[in-house]
């Protein structure tokens, strides 16, 4: 594997491989993986680390990469942790909550609002894969990843959240991404930073919403959330798959971002890295 040059190692997390989503929140860094049933949480100030079950149907002890929930997002709203299934097939229909306060685990399935925007923005089921979730001015904003027969990459908008609305005011909005070598990039992740959608994407050869295929190139990028276009973006990792991304800080000089990444092997410690953009999303340091 080629080293990114950006990407500086934070922490590593141990027992987690595959991680998909990250939450920068008062020191605490909480990651999900998209095959295992667990929240992570790594205190930053004394470098500990913790996993907590999420509250699922499904026995843990009967859970494989077949029947995986598929956590591909991860977001905080208000005091809450939102860990948000893909969609990509029938048992990827889960939104899981942690809260903050009360330390609480609380499971919905949000099948019927997923198959409502299936219907409505006449998606077909291999096209449907929600990689990433951020939520702004009472709005969801999941973004769809475009490894499908169809290549689809965009936005579905929607007031409120994805287990607590009744989707009245929806839309989708398609994506074009950058193309790099004659390949497309697809959604990885992506968050909401004064006004711009900051988005993770990454290109693997023959991959769709059931398999991954082999990594190339990741990318970080900005998008204008008037023109949903893409402004600027940065070729962050060669044979890397950059799978999740979150605000650590922000400064006079530029933003300071945490990012994970999904091994695609059997190993069982995670890699979180630091990747700092300037302000004008012109340079990397």
């Given amino acids: 594997m080629l080293q990114s040059l950006f990407l500086k190692l934070f922490i590593l997390i141990n027992g987690l491989g595959a991680s998909s989503g990250i939450v920068y929140h008062k020191n605490q860094l909480y990651v999900v993986s998209d095959d295992l049933p667990y929240l992570f949480q790594y ?16 026995p843990i002890e009967e859970m494989t990469k077949k029947n995986k929930l598929d956590f591909e997002s991860l977001a905080i709203v208000h005091n809450q942790i939102l860990a948000l299934g893909s969609g990509s097939n029938a048992n990827r229909n889960e939104l899981h909550s942690y ?53 689809i990459n965009g936005i579905f908008i929607f007031e409120g959240l994805p287990h607590d609305t ?26 909401i930073v004064n006004n711009k959608i900051i988005f993770t994407a990454t290109i693997e050869a023959e991959s769709s919403t059931q398999r991954d295929g082999q990594v190339k190139e990741s990318i970080i990028g900005i998008i204008n959330m008037k023109t949903f276009q893409v402004e600027k973006y940065h070729i962050i990792a060669e044979k890397q798959k950059i799978e999740g ?20 092997d059997d190993s069982v410690t995670s890699k979180i890295y630091e990747l700092n953009v300037s302000k004008n999303f012109q340079d990397i340091y």
Avoid: H, M, W
Avoid at 43 to 58: C, R
Avoid at 176 to 183: A, D, R, S, T
């Fill in 99 to 151: 809260n903050l306060e009360t330390k609480i685990f609380s499971r919905y399935d949000i099948s019927d609002n997923y198959n409502e925007l299936r219907t409505k923005f006449d998606f077909d089921v291999k096209d449907f894969n929600i990689e990433g979730f951020a939520y702004k001015k009472r709005k969801s904003y999941l973004f769809n990843r475009g490894n499908g027969k169809n290549k």
């Fill in 166 to 191: 009744k989707l009245n005011k929806s839309e989708f909005i398609p994506i074009q991404l950058p193309i790099i070598n004659n390949e497309l990039t697809t959604f990885s992740d992506a968050i």
């Fill in 245 to 264: 991304i979150t605000l650590k800080k922000k400064s006079s000089k530029g933003y300071t971002f945490l990012v994970c990444e999904d091994n695609d």
């Fill in 43 to 58: 205190d930053i100030l004394d470098n500990s680390q913790n996993k907590s079950n999420f509250n699922t149907l499904l």
